[in-house]
């Protein structure tokens, strides 16, 4: 993967003029839909609209824009124009799987290891029906290099696909892969599952409240007292535990139960669980920052940042960035409140495989205003500053509505507002903005003139007023 990975790098900047013969939007059709859903990886970048369509743009190579060719799209461009609406998107480094109104999934992209489904080509360029699973009601997959995917049919039965090194297909490890979903376990009352992003274990919770993990565990990141990988999934904690968020990151598991408490296990070298220790290893669930109880969680493989009950916001873990405390520096190894007030309602922090040198953060306040710190070397926070690093939480202007949804893949950032408007900014190297260029933009800047295009990175989605 790591040799598959510098290819990767080397040739993506000879590819940055090609011109694309794939047919895009015009402004005027694209400006007509609003969005529930956006993504950046490292490369490329997926949206999902209300109305079902899904958009993809940015670099190419694998196929993973599922346009038909391996050309990068500057711009976005709608995938599988004749097929059905989609309701859930799910992007790995190097690939994509869709879920259907009907529950049908679909994957394209580089299907490495088979985790494109059974009939794929290598690389899928195209989206590609998986037929064995019928109807689904959920689907996830790896972020970052670990190429496996998941599936929950509508009969609660949970089933994997792709690699297998470390037991995450719930398979022996003898088997070292299979492009043919297997069933893990005999459950059938599986709600979600989540995989972490740069290693291989997994966590998935059933209707019932009730967490489970299993894969990759060296690091004790599965929780079941051991440092085996595991193949079948362990509970954790009692079969009275209600979870609501679990969160597998590098080497750790944090998760949070329906009570606001909030959990950890695994192994740490950055005061994640917050103990008081910059190292700390617990191959079973300890809780975290007890006598508190919160309501919201980001979590990054190094630090994270959370809301409690009460609505004060609160951060810990690596420093480098300012993320947890704007006063300190190096490790910041127990709970420090991060902002004054009590009106702090959801936080969002940086993903994707280059999370190790990424540190940005963002909190929605119940109003609706949306603010973010943290690195800021490329734009990413859409604050309009020059400055590569923002100790203190800073109030983002310019969106014209109330932020709903952000996700940061590190270099590039999106929000979705209220309005169900899209806006970016960033790094734009790799036409994660989709506006034909390769500027970067360090602001997030309000687009309701008319005769603006929406093609301008600051206004893709904005409705054309009247």
């Not at 940005?360 to 943290?374: E, P, Q, V």
Request: proline residues 4%.
């Amino acid at each position: 993967m790591i040799e598959k990975e510098k290819q990767l790098c080397a040739s993506l900047l000879m590819m940055l003029l090609i011109v694309t013969p794939f047919t895009v939007l015009s402004d005027d059709q694209f400006c007509a839909g609003t969005w529930s859903y956006v993504a950046f990886d490292d490369y490329s970048a997926v949206g999902l609209a209300t109305n079902g369509s899904l958009y993809a743009w940015g670099v190419n190579q694998f196929g993973q824009l599922g346009t038909g060719t391996n050309i990068y799209q500057t711009t976005p461009a709608i995938v599988n124009p004749s097929g059905p609406d989609m309701v859930q998107v799910a992007d790995s480094l190097y690939y994509v799987l869709s879920r259907a109104a009907n529950g049908s999934v679909y994957g394209w992209g580089s299907n490495w290891y088979g985790s494109v489904g059974p009939a794929a080509a290598t690389p899928q360029y195209t989206p590609l029906r998986i037929n064995t699973l019928g109807a689904c009601t959920f689907i996830n997959v790896h972020h970052g290099p670990v190429a496996t995917s998941y599936a929950i049919k509508a009969a609660g039965t949970l089933w994997a696909f792709g690699q297998n090194y470390h037991g995450q297909l719930g398979q022996p490890l003898s088997t070292s892969q299979s492009s043919t979903p297997v069933k893990i376990g005999t459950a059938t009352d599986w709600k979600s599952v989540w995989p972490a992003s740069r290693d291989a274990h997994v966590c998935g919770i059933k209707n019932n409240g009730n967490l489970y993990c299993w894969g990759e565990n060296y690091y004790g990141q599965v929780g079941d007292g051991s440092s085996t990988d595991r193949i079948t999934p362990f509970r954790i904690g009692s079969a009275t535990d209600n979870f609501t968020v679990v969160a597998p990151v590098l080497y750790g598991t944090i998760a949070l139960k329906s009570d606001g408490t909030l959990w950890g296990w695994g192994t740490t070298w950055w005061g994640l669980f917050a103990d008081g220790q910059n190292y700390s290893s617990s191959a079973v669930p300890k809780q975290i920052a007890a006598g508190k109880t919160f309501k919201s969680i980001a979590v990054h493989d190094n630090y994270m940042i959370a809301v409690d009950t009460s609505g004060k916001l609160w951060g810990w873990g690596d420093n480098t960035f300012f993320v947890p405390n704007s006063a300190a520096v190096g490790i910041q190894n127990t709970p420090h409140q991060v902002a004054t007030g009590t009106a702090w309602a959801s936080v969002y922090v940086s993903v994707g495989s280059q999370m190790n040198a990424i540190g940005s953060a963002f909190a929605i306040k119940t109003n609706g205003d949306l603010f973010a710190w943290g690195s800021n070397d490329q734009g990413q926070l859409g604050l309009g500053l020059a400055a590569s690093i923002v100790n203190v939480p800073t109030k983002v202007n310019g969106l014209g509505a109330d932020a709903a949804f952000v996700y940061s893949g590190g270099y590039d950032s999106g929000v979705i507002t209220v309005n169900g408007e899209l806006f970016v900014t960033g790094w734009n190297n790799f036409n994660l903005l989709g506006d034909g260029t390769i500027n970067a933009s360090n602001s997030f800047e309000a687009c309701t003139d008319r005769s603006l295009k929406c093609t301008s990175h600051v206004c893709h989605a904005r409705r054309l007023r009247e």
